[in-house]
C-alpha cells in the first residue's frame, strides 16, 4: 500500500471519529460486542450503540470479518487502521506486515534435547519478539525440566502416591497419585526450577512450545475458525476474530496456548515495532495467543527470535521439503521423536538426540 | 459475521458478569494524545538526524525506564568472549535497538540485525558433503582482533611472545608462568586428556594465530579447522548446519552467521563442561494464588 493511500484513509477515519466528537477512545470488537449483547438484552440497543462506539477506528475493528476472508482493500485498511493505533498507543513507528506465506514452504522444527542446558534464553528472547504481555506475564515457550534416567520401575518409587494399604493386593497395580502428585517418576517434570546455574547435573531439559501440528486439535476445536492453518503449515490466529472461547486451550495437548487474561501490559521502549497482522503484533485483552514460529520473521527469511538466542545451538528450523535443509537433514540422521505422538496430531516440532 | 453472533449470544448470558467498567481507557486515551506529540517531536528530530542514536534520545520521554541503554553491555554464549554494546540505532525510524539484553543474566536474547559486526567466513577446506557451497554466503564475527588484544592489555600475543622456531621449544609441557586464569596446570590440561599441549593448536612461531595438524598457520577466525582436524564427526555436523549454533536466514544457502566452536565452547574447559554453565532466566510466573510449594514434585500438567 502506497503511504499516501494509506495517509489519506488515516485522515479519513481521523475525521469520521472527529465528528462522532472524540477521535482518541479505542474500543475494542469485544467490548463492543459484549455491551451491543447486553444492551440488546435490555432492549434498549439503538441508544447503546451510538453513544459508545463513538469511533471510526473501533467500529471499523468491530465490523472487520475474518482476515482470510478480506479483500486485499480490506486488509489493507484494516493494517493502515492497526499501524495508526500502534504507533500512537505505543510512541514509535510501528508497521503491521501483511507478508504472503512463501511457496513451497512447509515449516519445521528440530530441537536437541541433548544439549539444551535449560537457560531459558528461548524463553526471554521469544516474549522481546512477540511482544508479549510483561505483567500478567505470558510465555510462549516451557522448558521442562526431569530428571535424568526413568525410575519407575524402582520399588521404591514404585509404591510413590499409593494408599498404604494396597486394596487391590501386592501386584504392583498403581491405584494413588493425583493431578498434582504423580505415580513414580516417569515423564514427572517442573518448569518453575531456579538453580544458581545450569545445566545442573541429572537433569534433561525440555521445551514445549506450539508444535504447528499438521492436524490441529485446536483447529478443529475453534468454534469460529479464529485459529488456521497458514499455507506454510503454521497454525496462526486472527486476533480481531477470537471471540475468547478458549476451546483452543482445551484441545491442545501441548499446553501451548496463551489466554491474555489482562489488560496486556508492554513497556513502550521494549515493545517490537516490527510487527505482522498474524504474527507479533500487540495482542488485547481477551484473546488466545501461541508461538507462530515468529511469523514475521520466517516469511522473511530469518530465523525464529529463539533459535538465534538459544547460546547453544540446539535449536533448528527450516522447510521440510527441502532435503538439504537442517531440519530434513536432522530427520535424516539423528534419533529423532515426537511429543505425544498417540494423539495423531502429527507435529512438525521435532526432538532428536546426537 | 458469526463470531459477531456468538459472541452477542455468550455476551447475553453471562453479560452481567463480564460487563466491566475500563477506568485504564481514560488514561490510555491521554496517553495517547500525550504520544502523539511526542510522536511528531521524535519524527522530526529523526527528519534531522539520519542516522544517529540521538533520535531516539531528542523524545527523551519515549525511553524514560532505560537511561544508560546506551551503556549497556552484554555477552553471547559465553560471558568473556563477545560481548556486544546496546545501541539504539539500527533502525532510527522504529526506535528499536541491535541487541537486547537480559536484564538478569546479561546475556544477549534479540539480534536486530544478526549479522552486525560480521565478516565474509571466506574459503572452506572441501569435505565431499554436499553442503560444499552453502558457505558462500557465511559470514563470521571475526574473533582474531579480539583475541590479540586479550583482555585488559591491550596488547598483542606476539609483544610478550616473539615468534618462536619450534625447533627450538622445549618438547615437555612446563609450569605456566602467566595464563594460570586459563590452563591452571598445563601438565593436566583436560583438552585431549593429556594427548596435546599448547603448542598442538598455538602456533609457536606466531603467537597471534593457531597452528593445524600440517603446521599450517590458522588464523584464531577459523579456529575450526584445528578443532575440525581432531573431531571430524562434530566438524561434519557443523559443516551441515546440525551442529552449532546459525543465525541469519533458514533458507539453504541463505546468508547465515556461522558460530565458530570457540564462541560456544571454551576449548581449555572444555571436558570438564562442554558449556560453560550458565545462570537461567527467571521461571515463569506462578498462576495467580498459587505457593511455591503448590508446585514441588508436581508433574507437568500439576499447573493448570
Ligand atoms: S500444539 Fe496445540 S496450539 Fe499448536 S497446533 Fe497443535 S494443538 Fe494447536
Ligand atoms: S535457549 Fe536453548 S539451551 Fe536454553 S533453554 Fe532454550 S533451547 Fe534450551
Known amino acids: 500500500m502506497s503511504e499516501d493511500k494509506r495517509k489519506s484513509e488515516m485522515v479519513k477515519e481521523q475525521d469520521d471519529g472527529k465528528e462522532q466528537g472524540n477521535g482518541k477512545v479505542k474500543e475494542s470488537r469485544r467490548d463492543f460486542l459484549k455491551k451491543m449483547g447486553v444492551a440488546a438484552a435490555a432492549t434498549v440497543a439503538a441508544p447503546a450503540i451510538t453513544s459508545t462506539t463513538a469511533e471510526a477506528v473501533s467500529l471499523g475493528e468491530t465490523f472487520q470479518t475474518h482476515f482470510e476472508l478480506m479483500s486485499d482493500a480490506q486488509k489493507e485498511k484494516a493494517i493502515a487502521r492497526l499501524e495508526k493505533r500502534y504507533t500512537e498507543q505505543f510512541g514509535k513507528q510501528t508497521t503491521v506486515a501483511n507478508t504472503p506465506a512463501p511457496d513451497g514452504v512447509l515449516f519445521g522444527y528440530a530441537l536437541n534435547i541433548a544439549k539444551c542446558i535449560g537457560c531459558r534464553r528461548c524463553v526471554e528472547a521469544c516474549v522481546k519478539e512477540n511482544n508479549q504481555s510483561r505483567d500478567p506475564a505470558i510465555q510462549w515457550i516451557r522448558v521442562l525440566r526431569m530428571e535424568r534416567g526413568n525410575d519407575t520401575f524402582e520399588l521404591e518409587n514404585l509404591h510413590k502416591g499409593s494408599p498404604d494399604s494396597n486394596s487391590l493386593g501386592d501386584y504392583g497395580i498403581q491405584s494413588g497419585g493425583h493431578a498434582d502428585k504423580h505415580v513414580g517418576l516417569s515423564g514427572a517434570a517442573e518448569h518453575y526450577y531456579e538453580p544458581e546455574q545450569v545445566p545442573e547435573d541429572n537433569a534433561i531439559y525440555f521445551p514445549v512450545q506450539c508444535h504447528q501440528c499438521e492436524d490441529p486439535p485446536c483447529v478443529k476445536a475453534c468454534p469460529v475458525r479464529a485459529t488456521f492453518r497458514d499455507p506454510n503449515g503454521i497454525v496462526v490466529i486472527d486476533y480481531n476474530w477470537c471471540i475468547g472461547c478458549r476451546m483452543c486451550q482445551l484441545a491442545c495437548p501441548y499446553w501451548a496456548r496463551r489466554f491474555n487474561w489482562g489488560e496486556p501490559e508492554l513497556p513502550n521502549e521494549d515493545m ?30 530469518r530465523y525464529p527470535a529463539c533459535v538465534e538466542a538459544c547460546p547453544v545451538g540446539a535449536r533448528k528450523f527450516g522447510n521440510l521439503l527441502d532435503p538439504e535443509s537442517e531440519v530434513r537433514k536432522v530427520l535424516a540422521t539423528k534419533k529423532v521423536f515426537r511429543f505425544k505422538e498417540a494423539f495423531n496430531t502429527d507435529p512438525k516440532f521435532f526432538y532428536y538426540m546426537d | 459475521m458469526r463470531a459477531a453472533v456468538f459472541y452477542g449470544l455468550f455476551a447475553v448470558v453471562t453479560g452481567g458478569l463480564l460487563l466491566q467498567n475500563m477506568p485504564g ?23 534531522a538526524v539520519q542516522d544517529d542514536s540521538s533520535a531516539v534520545q531528542a523524545a527523551p520521554d519515549t525511553a524514560p525506564a532505560t537511561p544508560d541503554a546506551t551503556a549497556e553491555e552484554c555477552f553471547e554464549s559465553i560471558k568473556g568472549t563477545t560481548e556486544l554494546s546496546k545501541k539504539n540505532n539500527v533502525v532510527p525510524k522504529y526506535g ?7 536484564p538478569t543474566t546479561g546475556a544477549v536474547l534479540w539480534y536486530g540485525d544478526p549479522y552486525d559486526g560480521t565478516e565474509p567466513m571466506g574459503e572452506m577446506p572441501s569435505y565431499g558433503d554436499k553442503t560444499d557451497g552453502d558457505f558462500a554466503e557465511a559470514v563470521i564475527r571475526p574473533r582474531a582482533e579480539h583475541l590479540k588484544t586479550i ?17 627450538t621449544l622445549p618438547n615437555d609441557p612446563r609450569q605456566l608462568m602467566m595464563h594460570q586464569d586459563i590452563v591452571s596446570d598445563p601438565q593436566n590440561l583436560q583438552h585431549g586428556r593429556g594427548a596435546i599441549w599448547c603448542f598442538d593448536c598455538h602456533n609457536a612461531a606466531n603467537r597471534d594465530a593457531l597452528v593445524d595438524q600440517q603446521g599450517q598457520e590458522v588464523s584464531f577466525d577459523a579456529s575450526y ?53 550458565i545462570k537461567p532466566e527467571p521461571p515463569p510466573a506462578l498462576p495467580r494464588g498459587m505457593s511455591e510449594d503448590d508446585f514441588k514434585g508436581a508433574d507437568e500438567h500439576g499447573g493448570h
Not at chain 1, 500487540?282 to 520473521?297: A, D, I, N, S
Not at chain 2, 528499536?96 to 537480559?102: A, G, I, L
Open chain 1, 272 to 301: 517490537n515495532p516490527k510487527t505482522h497482522y498474524l504474527g507479533n503484533r500487540p495482542r488485547m485483552r481477551g484473546v488466545m495467543e501461541k508461538c507462530t514460529f515468529c511469523l514475521q520473521r520466517v516469511r522473511e527469511g
Open chain 2, 25 to 47: 481507557e481514560e488514561a490510555a486515551a491521554q496517553d495517547v494524545t500525550q504520544e502523539v506529540t511526542q510522536d511528531a517531536a521524535q519524527d522530526a528530530a529523526q527528519d
Open chain 2, 96 to 102: 528499536y535497538p541491535n541487541v537486547k539484553c537480559s
Open chain 2, 151 to 167: 583482555i585488559q592489555t591491550n596488547m598483542q600475543c606476539s609483544v610478550c611472545h616473539p615468534s618462536a622456531d619450534p625447533a
Open chain 2, 225 to 277: 579447522k584445528v578443532c575440525g582436524s581432531c573431531h571430524g564427526d562434530l566438524y561434519s555436523d557443523w559443516r551441515m548446519g546440525l551442529h552449532g549454533k546459525r543465525t541469519g536466514e533458514w533458507k539453504v544457502g541463505g546468508k547465515k552467521r556461522w558460530w565458530t566452536c570457540t564462541e560456544c565452547h571454551n576449548p581449555h574447559t572444555v571436558q570438564e563442561h562442554r558449556f560453560q554453565p
